[in-house]
């Protein structure tokens, strides 16, 4: 004992404490201890938020969860059942197809959830909906893959292969379509496939319309070839490299001096070469021509070695700053050069000065190099003076034998060119590399030449001022856009006379025609392709190439051409992909026309444009009432994401992880939807970013967190009772925000503008429904009787408000919102019956009140009342001021508010007395009471905050202790203390 006396002396020595006080302290601590035992005693009593909902789910939960809904819960047969079950009119999108090639990168990612979206959007407001995905299947990307592992060029044994890595791949894309969720009928029968018979059929069937309307003809045309493909290729397959490197040279051809005009030869009596630029020094074995302006002035210089030049006026500065300073000796006007010819500077040919109306003086030297086969002016300015095309380049893009055999069998992007320019010798003036922008192949990211070949064309002109005036009538979204949206796609259509629609490989629809090799002359006929289309369906889509010429032709035919059957035989062509694609409107909505066609930037110049052109020619009008423009997939330096670079991402890593979980998790469905939806038509670029990624998984984190208390509200503690709910101005203040919210969102959907739903629902989480609503009716919930009227309108509204935020949300995250629905407390008891998911994503969302299958939920107008909103947003407002003042819990405070005129009147409806600690003002502001007084002479309202003096409530820690076990006069009421009166402090 002395030991223990001697310790506490030195305790009470050091921190000062006297034996009394310790004595008190020792008190209060057990009193507190006391207390708190006796709170804790109290919380079986609370009503607390119930629900079995996970606050979390990651990782592998994340992924199974997913998987779940997906396989056993029917998510994706909302597309059938809405079909048949809403009326019409449909809501077309008709849907641009996906290449059936390799694995899904985050641009498909982006385009079908922005599509799911809008169609899920159109869906829940009871608006029925039309939508067959797609499949692009043939094409020379596919082609190429199988030649890689093969050196059989057989087109039987091509085919056969290109078919079955496109069926595979679809097979692939069309699985991780169905995990995003993406709504639609996924069976063959509900998609469409470019290389099935029935399109097929159809596609030969439009190519005939196009060929009876004069619209298809067979020409001998320079188009962009593939040297690397072997293969023409149209604009849309071209990328541009802006860093590509070519040869600029300035090449002299001397003039024949028996040719100059008189006034000529008086001025110069020495040889005079005209001074051409190029940066294709290859298609100068093929020049045929020097173009000129009429209306340029030209001069004639002298060089430091006395030769003479002539090129235009205004290009002799920056000639000189390559070939050093030139004598001006005089100048003429352009159509003094009409009737001048010049030699060849290989061959040695007189060739003529022919006037063009696309030479300008921008560039080079004013007189413009020709070779008709190797560029469309070159080629129109030969065509108008009757000039046949040389064409000396074959597909490999090697010189041909009548190039000359030292030319022969070269490369003209690389040796070729070099052997030239030897060859030239002194007549090359200068010689220098320049970086610019370049035509490549988008599949083999090698460089394109324009070459002259007999290809296969759509006649554009014709039809052009019908596309541009249909164009005008087009709605684009994202509405700021339009305008230059607009204007790229008039562009493109503006600047294309032909479209060159025949292309030389095996996997394709094939040309239906027959050539004569005697004559050169090409047949089809409508009567023809019905007999080609009933065999394609006896024996397949390969018919073109397995049957013989006889069996194609049949006897009717043979007999009406009455050709010998030796001079004839079928075309090798296929049709251009793009022009496949673009008549799938014709195939999938033959009689409709879409009320929206929903793709990427990038098919100004493709698809959107191909189904223009052929819906115009075809049927005079636009297939589309309004295009959605999204932008492209970036990395997080702005980069496009290309296989190519390297910098693609796989959108499975984000929604199931990748090997490394802690480096990649896995983030789950709706982030990746999520994410789409926040960026995907905000911007051109779309960046994929860690960050951003991350920050949409701790969005939809902060959504699940909601929902699960609004569940958890919902939980039946008065089950059976049927009180009239009394509704508060707090509940009607929400009842009209979520009107407001409800009706703001659904423009929103309207204009497509999802980035900005993806910001109001969350400013409304954070601004309204967490903070305020759900904030300031926990007392109520929590500590009411169960069967309190008041306390029956919270859980009404918060019932309302799940319903209103879940199908804001379920056209973005319905995984998420399926979830919520799971472990609904109206449906646990329906859960082990068959179910559909369009309980979540359409309707009525958790309105006991509507049945279940119901499609058309409308928020009650009733919801809406502005004035009750104003005055529960004074009290709001105040209730800021309390926060900003307040240093502690502000239950363990009272208030004296002195309210201004205009306020007293809205906080007098809160407080009917002029004293209070009951008042809906008091639940508002969270104070223990409230003292509210009018002062006429004051602007703005004040508010003064005291200490309560007796302790608050041991039970709802809202009112001050009235009785002996701690507990106020409500909780007393709510209880029955006779259970409770053994506790005691």
């Not at 006080?21 to 057990?30: L, V």
């Not at 554009?460 to 001022?465: A, F, M, R």
Request: aromatic letters at 10%; hydrophobic letters at 35%; one cysteine or more.
């Amino acid at each position: 004992m002395s030991i223990l006396r001697a310790r506490m002396r030195r305790l009470f020595k050091t921190t000062g404490f006297t034996l009394r006080t310790y004595t008190e302290f020792y008190r209060a601590m057990w009193l507190r201890s006391m207390k708190s035992a006796a709170k804790q005693s109290y919380t079986k009593t609370v009503l607390l938020p119930q629900t079995n909902f996970p606050a979390r789910l990651g990782g592998g939960k994340r992924v199974e969860m997913d998987s779940y809904l997906i396989e056993k819960c029917g998510f994706l047969e909302l597309y059938n059942w809405q079909r048949q079950n809403l009326e019409g009119p449909d809501f077309i999108l008709h849907d641009g197809p996906p290449y059936a090639n390799g694995e899904l990168h985050m641009g498909h990612a982006i385009n079908k959830v922005l599509k799911d979206i809008t169609l899920r959007s159109k869906i829940i407001t009871g608006r029925r909906v039309h939508y067959i995905p797609g499949w692009d299947c043939h094409g020379l990307p596919i082609e190429q893959k199988v030649l890689s592992n093969t050196k059989d060029d057989n087109p039987l044994e091509i085919r056969r292969k290109a078919r079955r890595f496109a069926s595979e791949a679809i097979a692939k894309q069309r699985q991780v379509f169905t995990s995003w969720g993406i709504m639609a009928d996924w069976n063959e029968s509900g998609c469409y496939f470019t290389n099935h018979t029935s399109y097929v059929k159809n596609q030969m069937q439009q190519f005939i319309n196009l060929y009876d309307k004069g619209l298809v003809f067979r020409a001998f045309k320079p188009v962009h070839w593939s040297p690397s493909s072997r293969t023409a290729l149209a604009e849309a397959e071209l990328e541009y490299n802006e860093s590509h490197e070519s040869k600029s040279v300035i090449v002299r051809m001397r003039l024949d001096a028996d040719t100059l005009t008189s006034r000529l030869k008086d001025l110069v009596n020495k040889l005079l070469y005209a001074v051409i630029w190029t940066t294709t020094p290859w298609s100068l074995m093929a020049n045929q021509a020097i173009a000129f302006s009429n209306d340029v002035v030209y001069c004639i210089v002298e060089d430091n070695s006395k030769n003479l030049y002539i090129l235009a006026q205004e290009c002799l500065a920056s000639i000189e700053q390559k070939l050093g300073p030139l004598k001006l000796i005089t100048t003429i006007m352009g159509r003094e050069l009409g009737e001048i010819k010049y030699f060849h500077p290989i061959t040695k040919q007189r060739l003529p000065f022919l006037p063009g109306p696309h030479v300008t003086t921008n560039v080079g030297t004013g007189l413009v190099h020709t070779a008709p086969a190797h560029g469309p002016e070159d080629f129109l300015l030969a065509i108008e003076n009757n000039i046949p095309v040389l064409s000396l380049i074959d597909e490999d893009g090697c010189f041909t034998k009548e190039a000359g055999e030292e030319f022969s069998g070269l490369d003209v992007l690389s040796d070729g060119a070099n052997k030239i320019l030897q060859r030239i010798g002194e007549d090359v003036l200068h010689i220098d590399m320049i970086t610019h922008s370049y035509p490549y192949d988008w599949r083999t990211k090698k460089p394109v030449i324009i070459r002259a070949s007999h290809q296969w064309f759509i006649d554009i002109k014709c039809i052009k001022e019908k596309a541009i005036d249909s164009i005008a009538n087009i709605r684009i979204y994202p509405e700021q856009n339009r305008t230059s949206y607009l204007n790229a796609l008039i562009a493109q259509v503006k600047q294309r006379p032909y479209w060159c629609i025949s292309r030389q490989r095996a996997w394709g629809t094939p040309i239906p025609v027959l050539h004569n090799k005697r004559t050169g002359d090409t047949y089809t006929s409508r009567k023809w392709i019905e007999r080609l289309s009933r065999l394609m369906e006896r024996h397949g889509t390969d018919y073109w190439w397995e049957l013989p010429i006889e069996k194609l032709m049949g006897r009717e035919l043979r007999q009406e051409l009455n050709d010998d059957i030796g001079d004839l035989e079928k075309g090798t062509d296929i049709m251009d992909i793009w022009l496949d694609s673009g008549l799938s409107w014709s195939a999938v909505l033959p009689e409709h026309k879409a009320d929206l066609y929903l793709e990427g930037m990038d098919q100004f110049r493709g698809w959107f444009q191909s189904s223009l052109l052929t819906s115009i020619a075809l049927q005079e009008r636009s297939p589309y009432s309004a295009l959605f423009v999204h932008g492209f997939a970036v990395d997080d330096k702005a980069s496009k994401m290309s296989k190519s670079v390297g910098n693609v991402i796989n959108p499975e890593i984000i929604t199931k992880g990748g090997q490394n979980l802690s480096n990649d998790p896995a983030y789950g469905v709706d982030t990746l939807r999520w994410w789409v939806a926040s960026h995907g038509c905000q911007h051109s670029q779309v960046p994929v970013t860690t960050a951003l990624l991350r920050e949409s998984h701790e969005t939809i984190q902060k959504l699940r967190l909601v929902l699960r208390f609004l569940l958890g509200v919902l939980h039946s503690y008065s089950e059976g009772i049927t009180i009239e709910p009394e509704y508060l101005y707090l509940d009607k203040y929400m009842l009209h925000a979520l009107h407001q919210y409800n009706k703001e969102i659904q423009n929103l959907y309207d204009n497509y503008v999802y980035h900005h739903v993806c910001k109001l629902v969350t400013n409304f989480l954070a601004n309204t429904v967490s903070p305020v609503y759900c904030h300031l009716i926990k007392d109520r919930l929590y500590c009411d009787e169960a069967a309190s009227p008041t306390r029956l309108a919270a859980v009404e509204v918060t019932r309302g408000t799940l319903t209103v935020l879940a199908r804001s949300i379920a056209p973005i995250v319905p995984h998420l919102v399926e979830e919520v629905w799971l472990y609904h407390p109206e449906n646990l008891g329906n859960i082990m019956r068959k179910r559909f998911s369009h309980c979540i994503t359409v309707l009525v969302l958790f309105a006991a009140s509507v049945p279940l299958y119901h499609t058309e939920y409308k928020v009650p107008e009733t919801w809406h009342q502005p004035k009750i909103a104003r005055r529960v947003e004074t009290a709001l407002s105040l209730r800021s001021k309390v926060n900003t003042l307040a240093d502690r819990n502000t239950w363990e405070l009272s208030g004296t508010v002195k309210a201004s005129k205009d306020d007293y009147e809205s906080l007098s409806m809160l407080q009917k007395d002029q004293e209070s600690s009951t008042s809906e003002l008091c639940e508002i502001l969270q104070l223990s009471s409230i003292t509210l007084i009018e002062s006429p002479t004051i602007t703005e309202t004040q508010i003064e905050l005291h200490n309560i003096e007796k302790m608050l409530c041991q039970r709802c820690r809202r009112y001050p202790e009235l009785d002996k076990n701690g507990l106020c006069s409500r909780c007393v009421k709510v209880l029955d203390v006779a259970n409770v009166s053994s506790i005691s402090v």
